[in-house]
């Protein structure tokens, strides 16, 4: 069985200015709000990869980094 694939969500703060763009589009609802607004990933277990919130983002400010995780032998 191949390894489950996950994935690490990283939001630059400095770059985000708290459009909630990335919040509307994440089908899975992987952000929450920060109390300055900004996007926040509270839920990045539920990433399915689809790079919607990278393309949205109009400070590129979301990077999504594929997690493969080994098989124990
Ligand atoms: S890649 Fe897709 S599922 Fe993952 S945080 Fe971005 S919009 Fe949500
Ligand atoms: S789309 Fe980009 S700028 Fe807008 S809230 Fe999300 S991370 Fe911040």
Not at 18 to 28: F, L, M, Q, R, Y
Not at 29 to 36: A, M, P, S
Not at 67 to 72: M, N
């Amino acid at each position: 069985m191949p390894g489950k694939k996950t994935y690490d969500v990283v939001v630059d703060f400095d770059r985000c200015k708290a459009c909630g763009i990335c919040i509307n589009v994440c089908p899975t609802k992987v952000f929450d709000k920060r109390n300055d607004f900004k996007a926040y990933p509270a839920h990045p277990e539920k990433c399915v990869g689809c790079l919607m919130c990278v393309y949205s983002c109009p400070d590129f400010a979301i990077k999504i980094y594929e997690v493969v995780e080994e098989e124990a032998v």
